[in-house]
């Protein structure tokens, strides 16, 4: 199955029903095709580099002190989480995505430094129902170091329990598409 790396602030924030939106433009490997979604479902691989208490809103810190108390160790990460795309849409209006601030926990200031790095790109706002699932242990390939999005893991899910209830995901993926639309 393939997964997408995410910052594993990011990732527990997701898990927690706290964000239901990424914002992405692609990894500096992706610089000339931009971020593209190659799966509807994929695992949520934690990545730990460029994670700061700045990027964060100040009520969603405990994500970020979580993950600063459990890192990788011996070259292992751990894998508990699944998405699966619900919607997505390329968003250049500055208004739109400041109005999706509610469905992700980064602060103004890193998603007006996201908007600004290639600026000729829009942003790939992508809205997903995310599932728990029994941790998996997966070895840190080389092939997965480097900033590109999908890695490819040698593991299947067959299913999860979903983070929010379908009531609760419906209302929000309203929302989401009366903003991006």
């Known amino acids: 199955m393939d997964a997408l790396k995410e910052w594993a602030t990011i990732v527990k924030a997701l898990e927690g029903g706290d964000q239901t939106v990424i914002l992405r433009k692609g990894g500096i ?14 695992l949520l691989f934690p990545t730990f580099e460029h994670q700061d208490q700045k990027h964060i809103k100040p009520q969603y810190q405990k994500y970020l002190d979580e993950v600063r108390n459990n890192s990788p160790i011996n070259s292992h990460n751990k894998i508990t989480s699944y998405a699966e795309v619900l919607a997505e849409a390329d968003l250049d209006s500055q208004e739109k995505i400041n109005a999706l601030s509610s469905f992700h926990i980064w602060s103004e200031s890193y998603v007006k430094t996201r908007v600004d790095w290639m600026p000729d790109k829009p942003i790939k706002v992508v809205f997903l129902k995310v599932f728990r699932i029994p941790e998996l242990d997966i070895p840190i390939k080389p092939e997965y170091h480097g900033c590109k999005s999908w890695i490819d893991i040698n593991a299947n899910i067959a299913s999860g329990k979903a983070v929010l209830s379908d009531t609760v995901i419906d209302s929000k993926l309203k929302e989401f598409k009366e903003i991006v639309n």
């Open 29 to 42: 490997l992706e610089t000339a095709s931009g971020f593209k979604i190659e799966t509807k479902k994929f």
